[in-house]
């Protein structure tokens, strides 16, 4: 997309335009730069993944040209960065005409159906062997664009195929999507453009780890959560969901002297890239023949899981253009193309009992006991089905033949009730009044979907609690699993967060199963506790909607643990990501006696309530510095090593951008290894180099 002669002077720009940011003239001289400037950072960042300046960088730079057009009205353009946040909500959507119909693929499972299809096209063309294109049958929902004259004019849902909603709006939300593109360089007049709108893993568990400081309920998975997102009302909602797209097929092109641009499906995906698309240019691979089809398919199922995105199998096209349109269509799918599925993750089964379990906040969640099934590699015999809101909507009856999902590192979950196979023998699920645990009165809050017990003294809530305290990624105390501590607590041994330091050793002894060996060990790692960094202390605390994240902005800002109790409402609101239902929370726990009294306690146990980060941190080499780990460690485990990081004040991060410091290697890096070492600012360092950096 850009030479580097282009890059060169467009960073060169960038400085140039911090630097002269209060001469309100040079910018409103220089304003289609500045947007260059932008659009080219918006590409680094969200299409090659490799950001060259910082967020704080450009979201001046971003300001600086928002401010500029506000002052100048005239000169907005439809495709500045600015256009892309939509102030206005969406007020239903206008159905539009695709300018060819979006068709389905034709499915096959296994490798006779690759061979019949291969049969097919040979049969169509003539041709001894044919040349494919393969590339991941992304799982998510799929969209067109239409590019008219270099300026994005339109996107489209797929709808029944013929029309589709007008998402336009909504679309400019994803910035990997760019509002313009150099079509014309082509000789382009008008292109229509057909990919997938999908949700990474990584900004799926973001998205639902923010529901959940929020208070909101989770979503279930990234496909339905990136399609239902696409005809959401509020455009700005999109922007925080940070979807993704992969463009894979142009499904119109005028250019203005007729010329065949491109001769193969390849060669479109390479101009879609050079134009500033997440094509799949990079996920693509070209083979000779069918048989490295069936070889390549089969391998890359292993890989499946690896991926930072869900895909539900491979597509196989005809390379050659001119062959696909000989091929032509049925009135389903093209003739010239086959998604490969990969094995289903869905099955069904009975739902055969609902089992009530009180969670550490009271929250009675219901779970489906199911007959057990076999799906994606494991065995499922029961399903969170959340709440009562999500039984009525799914209309869930025990009885009832269910289909199950699970998709790659998603829990798995319930898509329907097969309606069809009832036989009238099927009960409705009843939610309890009373607590099954304590026998208490249930409660629920109005805008709540959740019933609560508020028992404070309720077993389940007090095990549960004790459970999460000593959890890996709270306290993480080694042999004090849910296991053990229910045993613990059924014996007396163990009735509070507290008791854990007290545990009485000489009463232990005597239990079935607990030698010399594991009661030392268990010793061992409860004293190694209590010098946790602070931030594992309060994630295992608890407080309602503090997730690990929260926590650790939590233990950032203080000194002690005690100093909560005297900051209000409205500080706590100043730390990032605090909303007032959590800082709401974080005071009520504070301001609770028998709380303080706990805290109080586990110091006087030994436990350290306060921020050693901020006393050693800000001297050590790591402060500050960002990592990630890939490849497998052999010295220490992956959750270790990141852990040491925060306990020095370093970062973990997700992924290899200009933003990381240090790429950890362990053994058979892959593809962020590759990555890393182009960006010469990266230092790749070995597991040793990375011991001996902490010291
Ligand atoms: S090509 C005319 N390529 O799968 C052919 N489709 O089950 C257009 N999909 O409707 C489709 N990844 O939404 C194509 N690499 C890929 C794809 C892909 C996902 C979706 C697409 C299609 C559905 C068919």
Redesign the pocket.
């Known amino acids: 997309m850009y030479s580097q002669k282009e890059i060169n002077e467009l960073l060169e720009q960038t400085s140039l335009f911090i630097k002269n940011s209060e001469d309100k003239h040079y910018i409103e001289l220089n304003i289609t730069q500045l947007r260059n400037v932008l659009k080219f950072h918006e590409y680094n960042y969200y299409v090659l993944n490799n950001a060259l300046i910082n967020d704080y960088e450009y979201d001046f730079l971003f300001k600086l040209l928002a401010d500029t057009e506000k002052n100048n009205e005239h000169l907005i353009t439809q495709d500045s960065p600015t256009q892309r946040v939509g102030s206005s909500l969406n007020e239903g959507f206008a159905t539009v005409q695709h300018l060819v119909p979006?068709?389905?693929?034709d499915n096959s499972y296994e490798a006779a159906d690759l061979l019949d299809f291969d049969r097919k096209v040979k049969e169509g063309s003539n041709l001894p062997t044919i040349e494919y294109c393969i590339?991941?049958?992304?799982d998510g929902a799929?969209i067109s664009l239409i590019y008219e004259n270099d300026i994005l004019v339109r996107a489209t849902t797929?709808g029944n195929g013929v029309e589709g909603d007008d998402i336009t709006n909504n679309i400019k939300q994803i910035r990997s999507i760019p509002l313009s593109a150099p079509f014309s360089k082509y000789g382009i007049q008008q292109i229509e453009i057909?990919g997938?709108v999908i949700m990474t893993k990584a900004a799926f568990h973001q998205y639902n780890e923010s529901l959940i400081q929020q208070g909101l309920p989770t979503v279930a998975n990234p496909r339905n959560t990136a399609a239902g997102s696409l005809r959401i009302k509020n455009p700005q909602e999109i922007a925080a969901r940070n979807l993704d797209a992969?463009l894979?097929?142009v499904?119109y092109l005028q250019t203005n002297n007729n010329t065949h641009i491109t001769t193969t499906h390849a060669e479109q995906l390479a101009m879609l890239w050079d134009c500033g698309f997440r094509s799949?240019e990079k996920e693509k691979v070209v083979v000779k023949n069918i048989q490295e089809v069936i070889n390549y398919v089969s391998a890359f199922e292993e890989k499946r899981d690896n991926l930072p995105y869900e895909i539900d199998g491979m597509?196989i096209?005809v390379n050659n253009l001119a062959l696909q349109d000989k091929l032509g269509i049925t009135s389903h799918h093209?003739r010239w193309?086959i998604?490969y599925k990969f094995k289903a993750r869905q099955a069904t089964t009975t739902l055969i009992a609902v089992e009530f379990q009180v969670g550490r906040t009271g929250a009675v969640t219901p779970v489906a006991k199911l007959t057990p099934v076999f799906i994606g590699g494991v065995t499922v015999s029961s399903i969170s089905i959340h709440n009562e809101d999500y039984i009525k909507e799914k209309d869930l009856k025990i009885g009832d033949t269910v289909l199950i999902e699970r998709a790659g590192d998603v829990i798995p979950q319930i898509v329907k009730s097969i309606i069809d196979k009832r036989n009238g023998t099927e009960q409705s699920i009843v939610f309890p009044t009373k607590c099954p645990v304590c026998n208490n009165t249930l409660y629920k809050e109005d805008e709540e979907a959740v019933w609560r017990c508020i028992n404070i003294e309720c077993t389940a809530q007090v095990v549960e609690k004790i459970i999460h305290f000593a959890s890996k990624d709270a306290m993480d105390i080694k042999n004090l699993g849910e296991a053990n501590i229910r045993k613990f607590y059924t014996l007396n041994l163990l009735k509070d967060i507290p008791e854990i330091y007290k545990i009485d050793f000489t009463k232990i002894v005597t239990l079935e199963g607990f030698g010399k060996k594991s009661i030392t060990n268990l010793q061992t790692a409860i004293e190694a506790s209590k010098q946790q960094p602070l931030y594992r202390l309060i994630y295992g605390l608890g407080i309602r909607f503090v997730g690990e994240t929260t926590a650790k902005t939590l233990a950032n800002s203080v000194e002690h643990l005690l100093d909560f109790q005297h900051k209000t409402i409205e500080e706590l609101q100043q730390l990032e990501d605090v909303g007032i239902k959590v800082a709401k929370s974080i005071q009520q726990f504070f301001s609770n006696a028998s709380n303080i009294h706990m805290l109080q306690e586990l110091a006087q146990l030994g436990v350290q309530l306060k921020n050693l980060k901020k006393e050693t941190v800000q001297s050590h080499e790591l402060a500050e510095q960002s990592f990630l780990f890939t490849g497998t460690l052999t010295k220490l485990k992956r959750s270790d090593a990141e852990a040491l990081v925060e306990q020095y004040g370093g970062k973990i991060v997700s992924s290899v951008s200009a933003k990381l410091n240090y790429l950890v290697v362990g053994a058979d890096a892959g593809s962020k290894l590759e990555k890393a070492k182009k960006i010469n600012s990266i230092k790749i360092i070995s597991e040793e180099e990375f011991l001996k950096l902490i010291g």
């Open positions: 979006m068709l389905s693929l590339e991941p049958k992304f799929s797929r057909r997938e992969f894979y097929h499904s799949t597509v096209k093209p193309a998604a």
